[in-house]
């Protein structure tokens, strides 16, 4: 039996990404998959870039030199989304390796 998972937005990302394989993450100088430790190293900058890119935004916006509050606002609520799934999956892993200690071999 086999199951598929689908949504508008899983929709959205294959029609955005044709190229994209699911479980396969692509290396960063395109060549090949990565590793996890990449991968996760590739997220945490991503969502590093994304905090510093609102904070420049929210700062523009502060000090008068952007007139554009709602997308300083939309920066800022995109980068805290990311960052708190980043902790949920850092949370997540923690916990599997945890189970993986406790197991008596």
């Known amino acids: 039996m086999k199951i598929e998972l689908s949504s508008p ?12 394989t699911p479980g396969v993450v692509a290396d960063a100088e395109g060549g ?21 890119d609102a904070q420049s935004k929210v700062t523009a916006v502060e000090t008068g ?5 709602v997308g300083a606002m939309l920066s800022s609520q995109e ?3 990311s960052f708190s799934m ?5 949370n997540k892993l923690m916990a599997a390796f945890d189970d993986i200690i406790k197991m008596q071999v």
Do not use: C, T, W, Y
């Not at 030199?65 to 509050?69: A, G, H, K, M, V």
């Open 32 to 52: 090949g998959s990565a590793s996890f430790a990449q991968a996760m190293k590739h997220a945490v900058e991503h969502i590093d870039g994304q905090q510093h």
């Open 9 to 20: 937005m899983l929709e959205a990302i294959a029609a955005a990404r044709p190229n994209l």
């Open 79 to 81: 980068a805290s989304l």
């Open 86 to 90: 980043m902790m949920q999956v850092r």
């Open 65 to 69: 030199q952007s007139d554009d509050l």
